[in-house]
């Protein structure tokens, strides 16, 4: 069974136990000192057995910052990246499993060594964000906004994470900042529109908002309530915990029929319970106000949700039935129905909304619609943060069509705009080797997985093809 990391709130050095005390003293006089190895030795020892504290954290950050001398160029970036692909390939491992104290340890050896490695930092953003650690989210967070200053998901992620500590202002400006800068991107504008909603939230409260009346933070009591109040932020996972809050919200709905927090906090409960009837039950009467209507996050909980339930109803069939395999062709066949028939709804709405547009194509792509995928990734190439994703796939749209040459010149125009060697510039070359692999074209194929061998040796069967070939060279030399 998977170990999950319940969610916990982030801690300072007064927190520390009297042992880990004297760790974090000696680890910021190594570090006042210049002595960054032993600083960002100490602060790990810290951090392996305290994940949730955030001082220590951000001195360890300054460590590896300053031990690397800002991090370096462009070319000991791309061997560094190279070098922790094992790590990274490990780290994803738990991450996975729900050990998320522990891939935050593998990503911090990465960063030990390499302080700007963008895949360790979105480890750590995951990891964070599932263990409710936003200011150690927001660490990561912005040093992946400082190499990569547009790209949307970060920023949004960003401005969300810095809600979350508190500094609603501050993830205000980031997106209106990119928002500028591409007026255009209909996503991007919503997510301001609702981190300003939130900041509306945050000054008159939830209630406030529902019910016309004043702060909610003004009706808390006593300390057991504010106690409540934190528990309320966090995602329950344990059984007896979800029972309780559940019993208490449903308590609370008795006297506060609008309260949209507690309503979406009910939804959620019940989701992770699985209890999908009832989710949506309450997820419908939150989308049902003004405020629920014209939040974009809700749309999503409810697909999600909806998304779920064909997962468990999957999950739940007999696999030793005889009528399985039909039984689960149908679950899975409905689950793209509704998935297709959401997302198009969604589009209907909101036309001009590329990100939906290439969430639409990726749905026609995995049912096997290529000429409908085609149509779809061709208007959402034009979003400058779906462009290269968009073009990955109608590369592979194109080959399916057997439009090789048209595949050709799609993924080659792709890898132009990737000058570092991530997985996706990685999985662009290899799509690029399959198609002159496919028409033959055997020296232009090998190249491509020359150049992927060269950052990394263990992806897909990179290693093989290339293997393959210098080996029939010596055969076809030999003969």
């Known amino acids: 069974m998977a170990c999950v990391n319940f969610g916990m709130a982030e801690k300072g050095v007064n927190?520390?136990?009297?042992?880990?005390?004297?760790?974090?003293t000696r680890g910021s006089d190594a570090l006042s000192r210049e002595n960054y190895e032993y600083a960002i030795d100490l602060f790990t020892q810290i951090l392996t057995k305290e994940p949730a504290n955030y001082d220590v954290r951000k001195l360890l950050r300054a460590a590896q910052l300053r031990k690397a001398g800002g991090g370096?160029?462009?070319?000991?970036?791309?061997?560094?990246?190279?070098?922790?692909?094992?790590?990274?390939a490990k780290a994803q491992i738990p991450l996975h499993a729900g050990n998320f104290a522990e891939a935050l340890q593998i990503a911090e050896q990465v960063l030990n060594k390499e302080p700007q490695?963008?895949?360790?930092?979105?480890?750590?953003?995951?990891?964070?964000?599932?263990?409710?650690?936003?200011?150690?989210?927001?660490?990561?967070?912005?040093?992946?906004?400082?190499?990569?200053?547009?790209?949307?998901?970060v920023a949004i992620k960003l401005a969300n994470a810095l809600a979350d500590t508190?500094?609603?202002?501050?993830?205000?400006?980031?997106?209106?900042?990119?928002?500028?800068?591409?007026p255009g991107d209909t996503e991007l504008s919503q997510a301001l529109k609702n981190i300003s909603a939130r900041k509306t939230m945050e000054k008159g409260g939830y209630d406030a908002a529902a019910e016309g009346k004043g702060s909610y933070r003004d009706i808390l009591k006593d300390a057991e309530e504010a106690k409540h109040l934190e528990q309320e932020n966090r995602q329950v996972k344990a059984e007896d915990a979800a029972e309780n809050l559940i019993r208490e919200y449903e308590s609370r709905l008795q006297t506060e029929p609008n309260n949209l927090k507690v309503l979406r906090n009910l939804a959620d409960l019940y989701t992770q319970k699985k209890e999908f009837a009832k989710a949506?039950?309450?997820?419908?009467?939150?989308?049902?106000?003004?405020?629920?209507?014209?939040?974009?996050?809700?749309?999503?909980?409810?697909a999600e949700a909806t998304s779920r339930k064909f997962d468990h109803d999957m999950a739940q069939l007999d696999q030793t039935a005889p009528d399985y395999a039909e039984k689960a062709a149908k679950i899975q066949a409905d689950k793209q129905a509704y998935q297709l028939s959401e997302c198009q709804k969604r589009v209907e709405r909101f036309p001009t909304d590329l990100q939906i547009r290439f969430e639409l194509g990726q749905l026609y792509f995995q049912m096997g619609k290529i000429s409908e995928a085609i149509a779809e990734f061709q208007k959402s190439q034009a979003n400058p943060n779906r462009k290269v994703k968009s073009m990955n796939f109608l590369g592979q749209c194109y080959a399916r069509r057997n439009m090789n040459e048209l595949a050709v010149r799609t993924f080659e125009?792709?890898?132009?705009?990737?000058?570092?060697?991530?997985?996706?510039?990685?999985?662009?070359?290899?799509?690029?080797?399959?198609?002159?692999?496919?028409i033959g074209k055997k020296?232009?194929?090998?190249?491509?997985?020359?150049?992927?061998?060269?950052?990394?040796?263990?992806?897909?069967d990179v290693g093989k093809k290339v293997d393959d070939y210098y080996n029939n060279q010596g055969g076809e030399a030999a003969a």
């Not at 462009?74 to 692909?85: P, R, Y």
């Not at 508190?166 to 591409?182: I, K, T």
């Not at 939150?286 to 999503?300: F, M, P, Q, R, V």
């Open 15 to 24: 927190d520390l136990p009297r042992e880990l005390r004297l760790l974090h």
């Open 72 to 88: 370096g160029g462009i070319f000991k970036k791309l061997w560094g990246d190279a070098k922790s692909s094992p790590l990274i």
């Open 117 to 153: 490695n963008s895949a360790a930092h979105r480890i750590v953003v995951e990891a964070a964000a599932a263990m409710e650690l936003p200011k150690t989210a927001v660490l990561s967070l912005e040093v992946l906004m400082s190499t990569s200053p547009k790209d949307r998901d």
């Open 166 to 182: 508190g500094d609603v202002v501050r993830g205000e400006s980031v997106l209106a900042a990119l928002s500028r800068e591409f």
């Open 280 to 302: 949506l039950e309450f997820y419908a009467k939150i989308k049902a106000t003004d405020i629920g209507a014209a939040d974009s996050s809700l749309d999503k909980a409810i």
């Open 413 to 438: 125009s792709a890898l132009k705009e990737k000058p570092i060697w991530d997985e996706e510039k990685k999985d662009l070359a290899y799509n690029l080797g399959s198609v002159f692999e496919k």
């Open 443 to 460: 020296i232009e194929s090998i190249k491509q997985y020359e150049d992927i061998f060269a950052v990394d040796s263990s992806y897909k």
